[in-house]
C-alpha cells in the first residue's frame, strides 16, 4: 500500500510546488487527492476519511461562528452523505484544499496562496515583524499579500491553530491594527509560562508561517453624526423618530448597528486589543462625534503597552484616557503628561461611579479583560446604575 500511495503522494507534492516529497501519508494526515485515488470502497477505508471531533484544547472558547465543533459536524454530515452514496467524490464539494497540519513541510507552500480570511478553514500568513512590548507581552505583524485587507468589523477576532507536543491548540485573537490596514494585520498577545500557545507563540520569528481563520463576533457600531435641533442629555430620553430611538442618548436601530453619544471603554491590560481599532475609527472619521473615555487597567507604568498611539489617541477632542495601575503606590515618578489622568490602585465601585459621573454623555460601556475582571466590572456598573443592556462585553 505505501509504494503505491507514495507514487500519487510525489505527483501531488510535485503539482502542488512543494518543496519536499511525501514519503509517507502519516506526514500528512492522508493526502486527499491520493487516498481518493488509492482506496477501495471498503469500511476501513470509509472510516480512515471520517472526520475526527475536535478534542477540547481546539476550542478557543471565544463563541466563533462557525466554532470548531460545527465545522466537525458539517463535515462529518457531508461524509455521512457520502459514504451512504458509496461516492468519494462527495467528500471533496466545495473543499478541494488538503488539511495539512501547521508542522508539516508541505502546509505553508499549499495555504500561503490563500489569501482571503475564511472562518471555515485555516489560512497561513507570514510573520513580518516581532516587538517585545513587556517581559511577556509582544506586538506581531503579519504580512497580507499584495495591498490586500482582512476587512474586519469593528470588535472582530480571529483564531490562531498552533500544534505543542503534537497537541492542535486554538486561541482568538482580536487584530489591533485597523480593520481595512492594507498589506499587513497587527495582533497584540501576551505569553503565559505555563501556556499551551503560548510556548507555541514564542518560538516565532520572521518569516514564519501561521495559520489564522475568521473573522468572527463584532461589536455593532454607526459613526455617530449628531441631530441637529436636539440637545443631547445624561438623563433617559425617548423620542420617536422613524425607526429610530433616542434612549440614555444613544441611538439605535434594532437589530442593525447602533449610534453612541459616548463609549465607555474598561480594558484589562491586553483586553485593550478591541478597543484600538474602534477608537481608530472615531479619530479618522471626521463626522463621527461619539465621545470616548477609555480606563486601561495595568500593574505599572511600564507595563501599559502601546503609550505613544494612546497619547496621540488622547489628543482628540472627544477621546479621554485614564490608567489604572493596581500596583503603584506613587503618580510622583510618572512623566507629568501622565499624572493628572492616572490613579493607583484598582478600579473599584467607588472610582466607577466618579468615573461614570465625569462622563458627558450617558455611556455605553464596553469590556475586556479576565473573566474575573468583566465580572466585577459589571457589578460595579451595575451599582453605578448602568445595566446589562447598556453594556458589551468582548
Known amino acids: 500500500m505505501h509504494n503505491t500511495q507514495e507514487g500519487f503522494c510525489q505527483s501531488f507534492s510535485k503539482n502542488a510546488g512543494l518543496v519536499s516529497t511525501c514519503r509517507s501519508l502519516s506526514c500528512c494526515f492522508w493526502c486527499r487527492t491520493c487516498v481518493l485515488q488509492a482506496m477501495s470502497g471498503s469500511e476501513q477505508d470509509w472510516l480512515s476519511l471520517r472526520p ?11 463563541g466563533c461562528k462557525p466554532c470548531i465543533y460545527d465545522v466537525y459536524e458539517k463535515e462529518l454530515a457531508q461524509w455521512e452523505r457520502a459514504k451512504a452514496k458509496q461516492d468519494k467524490s462527495l467528500l471533496t464539494e466545495k473543499r478541494e484544499q488538503v488539511d495539512l497540519p501547521p508542522s508539516h513541510p508541505g502546509a505553508c507552500a499549499l495555504m500561503s496562496s490563500n489569501s482571503v480570511l475564511n472562518p471555515d478553514t485555516f489560512t497561513a500568513f507570514s510573520v513580518s515583524s516581532v516587538e517585545q512590548l513587556t517581559e511577556d507581552t509582544y506586538q506581531y505583524k503579519f504580512e497580507l499579500p499584495g495591498n490586500s485587507s482582512l476587512q474586519l468589523s469593528l470588535g472582530q477576532h480571529i483564531v490562531l491553530r498552533g500544534v505543542v507536543n503534537g497537541l492542535e491548540v486554538q486561541r482568538a485573537y482580536t487584530p489591533i491594527s485597523p480593520g481595512n490596514a492594507e498589506g499587513y494585520f497587527e495582533v497584540l498577545i501576551k505569553c503565559y509560562e505555563a501556556g499551551l500557545m503560548s510556548q507555541y507563540i514564542k518560538t516565532w520569528k520572521k518569516g514564519d508561517m501561521v495559520f489564522w481563520r475568521g473573522p468572527f463576533g463584532g461589536f455593532p457600531y454607526q459613526p455617530n453624526k449628531g441631530l441637529p435641533g436636539l440637545l443631547y442629555s445624561a438623563t433617559a430620553l425617548a423620542v420617536s423618530w ?10 439605535f436601530k434594532e437589530e442593525e448597528e447602533r449610534e453612541y453619544g459616548e463609549l465607555l471603554m474598561l480594558a484589562s491590560g491586553t483586553g485593550l486589543a478591541p478597543m484600538l481599532p474602534i477608537l481608530q475609527s472615531i479619530t479618522d472619521n471626521e463626522e463621527d462625534e461619539t465621545f470616548v473615555t477609555l480606563v486601561g487597567c495595568f500593574p505599572t507604568f511600564d507595563k501599559i503597552y502601546l503609550k505613544p498611539l494612546l497619547q496621540d489617541l488622547a489628543r482628540y477632542w472627544n477621546i479621554r ?3 489604572i495601575l493596581s500596583q503603584e503606590t506613587s503618580l510622583e515618578k510618572l512623566p507629568w503628561s501622565y499624572q493628572e489622568n492616572t490613579y493607583t490602585g484598582r478600579l473599584n465601585e467607588d472610582l466607577m461611579k466618579t468615573i461614570i459621573n465625569s462622563c458627558r454623555r450617558r455611556p455605553f460601556v464596553l469590556i475586556c479583560g479576565s473573566s474575573a475582571f468583566n465580572e466585577d466590572m459589571t457589578r460595579y456598573l451595575k451599582a453605578a446604575g448602568i445595566e446589562e443592556n447598556s453594556c458589551f462585553v468582548f
Open 52 to 62: 475526527r471531533e475536535p478534542s477540547p484544547s481546539q476550542c478557543c472558547g471565544g
Open 242 to 251: 422613524s425607526t429610530y430611538t433616542l434612549l440614555n442618548c444613544r441611538i
Open 321 to 323: 484616557i485614564f490608567y
